[in-house]
């Protein structure tokens, strides 16, 4: 019974993504499964739709956006995180839990509302349709995830250890580099890793700040459905799935890296 | 508190409150003196853990002076002052190897790798890890990593290292042979000591003084031996060793010795501060300079009590009597009357002399 209930529950969440990987294979230009397909016929099933998008120049593109706007909102998610969990952990810190809950404001405001507000600030600055501006803002939504992870880590911290190294002679950014930072670099990438997925298939920052040059993966796979439907569209989708595992594993290997340590 | 010869770590007045209304640091006055190995000793919770942070700039004294070698430290940075310091847990970097850990405070000295090699050889020496250079500290035994710490307090050759419980997780025999260990290296060393622990007979194996600690005040500082025959107060008499205390007014004042009443008796005792006719004090006998008086008159101060109890310990007696309204007296007999000499019930004619019974000001509650 459990078991049945559980299985349901895994199909409902699972199927509509796992259905996707194999009508990207389709021979045809379709969305459905041709009969072929399900006579598992060889011929149903061709790598057409990966070799366009290889050879699409706007593919392409978009990926490099995609990966030049994630790696540098991760770095700057990254630094802010951690510094920001790096004092929060401090016991001179007053009034914890307020600011911590303004920083991991932007993970529960609805992003339609963030991306509103980027929108409307980063204009006035100048930075609406640029890589700096989606940059900025992609880090804003980053950076929580990287607090969270980097202040779990934190949890399990000795303070004597800050405290011998200062007694040993160490300024605190030696004691940064060479004794925090190694005990909490594994809460530091999973949350870098976080940040990177969140820019990685974020759109509605970009739909409203990014302009023709800023078009990510996500931002082209908007647009690829609703011009021209192509099956294309699954073969990124499929990408995606499997770069998503890929993050998923190294996040989980990474716990299990950091819990063995203590 | 004199203005020593060479007073090396002086507290002078220091008062501390974390939270701006109880003082868990009530005006402390202490120095201690260049090589010497001082022990902070004191129930939990009594400030000394307060104490050693003060000293090494981890917290900021609400009043008073701190110096260090004549210098007031409250501007110095803890990294600055130059003081090694063992923790209660070690505080062993968990991701470094045992070499790495000692190595750490010379690279940050800019010490080339050659001469801090051999630092770290001599150092490891010294705490008897020759050859442990490479392993983790998850890698050793709690003994040997408190011998890594303490190699990595002393490798950068501070003039001061303090240690805050450092025995406190080892069992006995090992604290035991690591208290005999610290001890010769202090010595080896010529180093200041200043060390915290709650065991007063560590305390007393370990330390040139004691300071005992009492409610965030020094109750005395003085040499153990000092302490256990000429305790100044209660809590100092009945913290280290054990002793029978009797409350009684002074009737009468003569030189050193006064008498006091206790019940319908009159007791002569060794006046330890200046006291007048009438005042209270705590009379402190030790069980073990209580003799059992065969004949009358063979000491200053003479009772017959009844016994309610009596324990054989091997080598002594455990003799407990009702002292007036005292029912916990207790009279330690060294075993040469033999097994069976005292018994519960029986009727005893115990006694002392007048320099064995101090009279002290009664604690202030
Ligand atoms: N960081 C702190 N904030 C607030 N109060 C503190 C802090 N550290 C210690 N205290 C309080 O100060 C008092 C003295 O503490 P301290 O740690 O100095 O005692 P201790 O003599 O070292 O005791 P123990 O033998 O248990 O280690 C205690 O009542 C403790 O609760
Ligand atoms: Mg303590």
Redesign the pocket.
């Given at each position: 019974m459990h078991v049945a209930f559980c299985a349901a529950v895994l199909v409902f969440l699972i199927a509509p993504i796992l259905v996707v990987v194999p009508l990207s294979f389709n021979a045809e230009p379709y969305f459905t499964f041709t009969e072929g397909m399900l006579r598992l016929d060889a011929d149903a099933y061709s790598l057409r739709w990966y070799a366009s998008i290889v050879e699409d120049e706007a593919w392409l593109r978009a990926l490099v956006n995609s990966l030049v706007i994630g790696v540098s909102a991760t770095a700057v998610a990254t630094v802010l995180g951690t510094l920001a969990a790096l004092g929060l952990a401090s016991p001179a810190m007053p009034g914890r839990p307020l600011v911590m809950g303004l920083l991991i404001s932007p993970m529960v405001t609805p992003v339609i509302i963030s991306a509103a507000g980027f929108f409307f600030f980063y204009s006035s600055l100048g930075l609406a349709q640029t890589h700096l501006g989606l940059i900025l803002a992609h880090a804003a939504l980053g950076t929580p995830f990287v607090v969270i992870t980097v202040t779990a880590t934190l949890a399990g911290f000795d303070v004597n250890l800050t405290r011998a190294a200062a007694s040993l002679g160490a300024g605190p950014w030696r004691t940064f580099r060479r004794v925090q930072l190694p005990l909490i670099a594994p809460g530091v990438l999973s949350g870098a890793l976080f940040a990177f997925a969140t820019s990685f298939d974020e759109v509605v920052a970009v739909l409203f700040m990014g302009g023709i040059d800023q078009r990510t993966i996500p931002r082209q796979m908007w647009s690829g459905i609703r011009e021209q439907i192509s099956p294309a569209i699954l073969a990124v989708a499929t990408f995606l799935i499997a770069f998503a595992l890929l993050l998923m594993g190294v996040v989980e290997w990474l716990r299990r890296r950091g819990s063995q340590a203590d | 508190m004199n203005a020593g010869i060479s007073a090396y770590v002086e507290f002078e007045g220091v008062h501390k409150s974390?939270?701006g209304e109880t003082e868990?640091v009530r005006d402390l006055h202490l120095s201690v003196q260049e090589g010497e190995f001082l022990t902070l000793l004191?129930p939990?919770?009594?400030?000394?853990?307060?104490?050693l942070m003060m000293l090494a700039g981890f917290e900021a004294p609400t009043r008073g002076a701190i110096r260090l070698g004549g210098r007031t430290i409250h501007d110095v940075p803890p990294r600055q002052r130059n003081i090694g310091m063992v923790f209660q847990n070690y505080a062993l970097f968990p991701h470094l190897t045992v070499g790495e850990n000692l190595k750490f405070p010379l690279e940050v000295r800019g010490m080339d790798k050659g001469d801090a090699d051999e630092r770290v050889r001599d150092a490891l020496r010294l705490v008897r890890l020759e050859g442990f250079e490479g392993r983790r500290p998850g890698e050793l035994s709690g003994g040997q990593q408190q011998r890594v710490a303490i190699a990595r307090a002393l490798v950068f050759e501070p003039r001061l290292v303090l240690m805050d419980?450092p025995l406190g997780a080892l069992d006995r025999r090992l604290r035991e042979e690591m208290q005999f260990e610290i001890r010769r290296i202090q010595r080896t060393l010529g180093v200041t000591v200043i060390y915290?622990t709650?065991d007063q007979q560590e305390a007393m194996v370990m330390s040139d003084r004691v300071a005992v600690?009492n409610r965030g005040r020094i109750e005395q500082v003085a040499a153990p031996e000092v302490l256990y025959e000429e305790p100044e107060r209660p809590f100092v008499a009945t913290f280290i060793g054990d002793n029978n205390l009797l409350r009684g007014a002074i009737v009468d004042i003569d030189g050193d010795f006064c008498q006091v009443a206790f019940g319908e008796h009159t007791i002569t005792a060794f006046l330890v501060s200046a006291r007048s006719v009438g005042d209270t004090v705590v009379l402190a006998v030790r069980p073990e300079r209580i003799g059992l008086a065969g004949e009358p008159g063979t000491y200053r101060n003479e009772f017959v009590v009844p016994v309610s109890d009596v324990i054989f310990l091997g080598d002594h007696l455990l003799v407990r009597a009702t002292m007036g309204e005292r029912v916990d007296f207790v009279v330690k007999i060294p075993n040469i009357v033999g097994h069976g000499a005292v018994l519960p019930g029986d009727r005893v004619r115990i006694g002392w002399t007048a320099t064995d019974c101090r009279a002290l000001v009664p604690d202030e509650d």
């Open positions: - | 974390y939270d868990v004191g939990s919770g009594s400030g000394k853990t307060t104490c419980e915290v709650h600690f």
